[in-house]
Antibody, heavy 117, light 106 residues
Framework: QIQLTQSGAEGRKPGSSVKVSCRAS????????VSWVRQAPGQGLEWMGT????????NIAPKFQDRVIITADESTSTAYMELNGLKSEDSAVYYC??????????WGQGTLVSVSS | DIQMTQSPSSLSASVGDRVSISCRTS??????LNWYHQKPGKAPKLLIF???TLQSGVPSRFSGAGSGTTFTLTISGLQPDDFATYYC?????????FGQGTRLDI
């Protein structure tokens, strides 16, 4: 059974950074893409970027190009999303999801990131 | 970016009803369209990929149709568990986009 387990909730001040992890178990990590999707309170889903661990080079949404770093560690089957220059509007639940046939078939449980002064 | 427009934005229905949700895209995406539902406080769940292929374990009352720029998700015989928010998502190109969501209420 494939599981994606994310790191716990984080609180940050504006201008700081946060790094969220997503550990995969029960499947082959390296050959499947992993995406990051966020959801602000009461809002819809917003794709941030995708990485295929075996290739390493992420594809990041233009909106986040200058603020997001997405990496993957094949040795620990873990993907990471680091968001820099945090603003209050970055307060959201951040999800990782496995990509299969272009669809997100397995999701992490979500990580709440709160940005407040 | 490919723009996604879902309609309606909200919908009220009863157990046993048949409902349909529409998703239109700003350009032709062939059949690269996926559907999810999401309950409050939970991660989204994949229902249909490739416009009409049912994800493993998803009940057959869910069905998807369409190609090009117009797609439909239909739920035949609503169950209490189906009241949630529904999203479409395109995977035609590497810049993934979602619809704004359709809230399905009792």
């Amino acid at each position: 059974q494939i599981q994606l387990t994310q790191s716990g909730a984080e609180g940050r001040k504006p201008g700081s950074s946060v790094k969220v992890s997503c550990r995969a178990s029960g499947g082959t990590f390296s050959s499947h893409a992993v995406s990051w999707v966020r959801q602000a309170p009461g809002q819809g889903l917003e794709w941030m970027g995708t990485i295929i661990p075996i290739f390493g080079k992420p594809n990041i949404a233009p909106k986040f190009q200058d603020r997001v770093i997405i990496t993957a560690d094949e040795s620990t089957s873990t993907a990471y999303m680091e968001l820099n220059g945090l603003k209050s509007e970055d307060s959201a639940v951040y999800y990782c999801a496995r990509v299969l046939h272009g669809a997100f078939d397995y999701w992490g449980q979500g990580t709440l990131v709160s940005v407040s002064s | 970016d490919i723009q996604m427009t879902q309609s309606p934005s909200s919908l009220s229905a009863s157990v046993g009803d048949r409902v349909s949700i529409s998703c239109r895209t700003s350009q032709n995406i062939s059949r690269y369209l996926n559907w999810y539902h999401q309950k409050p406080g939970k991660a989204p769940k994949l229902l249909i990929f490739g416009a009409s292929t049912l994800q493993s374990g998803v009940p057959s009352r869910f069905s998807g149709a369409g190609s090009g720029t117009t797609f439909t998700l239909t739920i035949s015989g609503l169950q209490p568990d189906d009241f949630a928010t529904y999203y479409c998502q395109q995977s035609f190109n590497s810049l993934v986009t979602f619809g704004q969501g359709t809230r399905l209420d009792i």
